[in-house]
């Protein structure tokens, strides 16, 4: 994931919630593979830990669910 991706969050969420987009339904599927994304990592297993990374290696997971937290709000 893209360190800049929780700063794009919440423009993408307008726009995916904005029926007059006409990619709305493909940014919505963007939105739900971030969310996927960025879900903690289970740091004890070491397979997922090498594949996707620790948490601590990726602090932008946690900016995107916070962010993601806040639109929902």
Do not use: Y
């Amino acid at each position: 994931m893209n360190p800049a991706v929780p700063t794009v969050l919440p423009f993408l969420f307008r726009l995916a919630g904005n029926p007059r987009v006409p990619v709305q339904s493909d940014l919505l599927q963007l939105l739900v593979s971030i969310a996927g994304f960025s879900e903690p990592i289970d740091g004890r297993n070491e397979a997922v830990v090498r594949w996707f990374g620790s948490d601590s290696d990726h602090p932008e997971r946690e900016k995107c669910r916070l962010c993601s937290r806040r639109t929902r709000a």
